[in-house]
């Protein structure tokens, strides 16, 4: 957690003033939305409103979801499986899981495959705590399988680079296999099953708490859906 003296703080707001920034947008996204999703988004947020000053904050999804239910936070963007009780709930972007696998792999040449012949071997996975993780361990209890998670790590990058080194297949974001994997030497395999299939959504407590540019960038992510 980063603390701010006062002087700090000061020099904040006279160099907002000098910028012309008039209101602060936090907000707390997965970093599923940051990587795919958030700098287009962004990009043209803040060009329709140029007074606004933007904090992006990354959080696991079920930290986002109880920092906002504990009013640490106001505005998230989550994986839409994780548990987001007294929460208001907004779609925010879909998104579709798929296989990486390293070069020379026996899925390397398939089109895509099944989560059952994925159990067959190791798996590099995101950290426990994750809904991905959690959802690949409730598909393969459904098939009476264990995951053979080899190895664990905090973010998709390092996770990418683990397959490339042939630690392991792994399970990702299609458009992140599209943008992190793409220049390592590793190949993106259809995964043929419903679940695959996610959402990303907004959270926060209700509608009347949020500040007037938070209710601006919630409107605007629903007006641009993709």
């Known amino acids: 957690m980063l603390f701010r003296s006062g002087v700090d703080s000061l020099a904040d707001t006279l160099e907002d003033i000098k910028s012309g920034v008039t209101e602060h947008l936090k907000i707390l996204a997965c ?23 933007v904090e992006l904050e990354e959080m696991r999804s079920t930290d986002i ?12 963007i989550i994986w839409g499986d994780v548990d987001t009780r007294g929460l208001v709930i907004e ?8 296989l990486i696998v390293p070069a020379g792999h026996p899925f ?20 426990a705590e994750s809904p991905i993780y959690a959802a690949l361990r409730r598909e393969a209890a459904k098939l009476n399988r264990q995951l053979r998670a080899r ?10 680079r683990m ?17 992190i994997a793409r220049p390592m030497a590793v190949v993106m395999v259809g995964l043929r099953e419903p679940w695959a299939a996610r959402e990303l959504c907004i959270v926060y407590r209700d509608a009347g708490e949020l500040t007037r540019v938070e209710r601006q960038f919630v409107r605007f992510c629903g007006e641009r859906q993709s």
């Open 31 to 53: 970093d599923a939305a940051i990587i795919q999703f958030l700098p287009g988004i962004l990009k043209k947020f803040v060009a329709s409103a140029p007074h606004v000053r």
């Open 65 to 76: 979801a109880l920092a906002v239910t504990e009013r640490r936070g106001s505005l998230g």
């Open 91 to 98: 779609p925010f972007r879909h998104d579709e899981l798929a």
């Open 108 to 127: 390397a040449r398939r089109r895509s495959v099944r989560f059952a012949e994925t159990l067959n071997f190791d798996f590099v996975c995101l950290e």
């Open 151 to 160: 190895i664990q790590v905090r973010g998709f990058d390092a996770l990418c």
């Open 163 to 179: 397959v490339e080194a042939g630690l392991g297949v792994g399970i990702v974001p299609r458009n992140v296999a599209l943008s």
